[in-house]
């Protein structure tokens, strides 16, 4: 057993995979995730904002250092989103745009503490859509809401070191997306296309980290999002052809 009371424990092996049992622990820090996304996912939907949580929020393999991650599906001016922050008191710390790769969409993230995430895409996505998000697991506000006393509704997806997590009644299910390749799109709902292209670039991340992102640059509280990003295009010609398909 594990002596982390917040890690997962009691480990069955079965060639290529575990079955990862969860501890009480466990299951109390996911409802306090789970409550937490809750309340800004229902001011997010209050506001008419379509919403995705993803992440190990979603899949349910959650510990103590386990980040909030909700994305706004909407393509709407950040400024309307801010708005909606303003009226409802939430405060954040920090925002900042982001690109992780010269093919990626543009987004502007919120941070709310460092453990709370709301993302608002500046650019369109590819033509794969969010099977970027649903590849590491997403959830609706819908799905969010759904409860199995207080053990939440998860959906499987992929971590950062490249196991698929497939959640069970009393835990998780843990195979390396090697062994799981042919079958895993199936399972994630995504296309063969993003998984080998999420692959590449995780692979990429364990080699040399995170130093990698091509955009990252945090703006003050009074910035637009918009308005520096069309200034950094006038002389970055990736960010401008980016812009130009938004």
């Not at 109390?28 to 996304?37: G, I, P, V």
């Not at 980040?67 to 989103?81: A, C, G």
């Not at 959830?139 to 196991?163: A, F």
């Not at 637009?224 to 401008?240: F, G, M, S």
């Amino acid at each position: 057993m594990n002596s982390d009371p917040y890690r997962t424990h009691n480990h069955t092996h079965n060639h290529t995979h575990n079955h990862s049992h969860y501890s009480q622990n466990h299951w109390d820090l996911f409802k306090k995730l789970r409550n937490e996304a809750q309340k800004i996912g229902s001011m997010l939907s209050s506001a008419g904002f379509d919403i995705l949580i993803y992440g190990s929020i979603a899949r349910g393999d959650i510990n103590p250092k386990s980040d909030i991650d909700i994305l706004v599906k909407d393509r709407i001016p950040s400024y309307r989103l801010e708005y909606v922050f303003e009226e409802n008191d939430l405060r954040y710390s920090r925002k900042y745009l982001v690109q992780s790769t010269p093919n990626d969409v543009i987004k502007v993230v919120y941070e709310f503490d460092p453990m709370i995430h709301i993302v608002l895409l500046l650019t369109n996505l590819s033509s794969s859509g969010y099977d970027f998000y649903h590849f590491g697991g997403a959830l609706s506000y819908e799905d969010l809401s759904k409860d199995q006393d207080g053990r939440g509704y998860r959906k499987p997806g992929v971590n950062k070191e490249l196991n698929l997590i497939e959640p069970t009644e009393d835990g998780h299910i843990e195979s390396p997306l090697v062994d799981r390749q042919l079958e895993a799109p199936k399972i994630l709902g995504v296309s063969n296309q993003i998984m080998n292209q999420r692959i590449r670039v995780l692979h990429r991340r364990k080699k040399i980290g995170r130093t990698g992102v091509f955009l990252h640059q945090d703006l003050g509280q009074d910035e637009n999002p918009e308005t520096i990003l069309h200034e950094l295009a006038k002389t970055n010609r990736i960010i401008r052809k980016r812009l130009g398909n938004k």
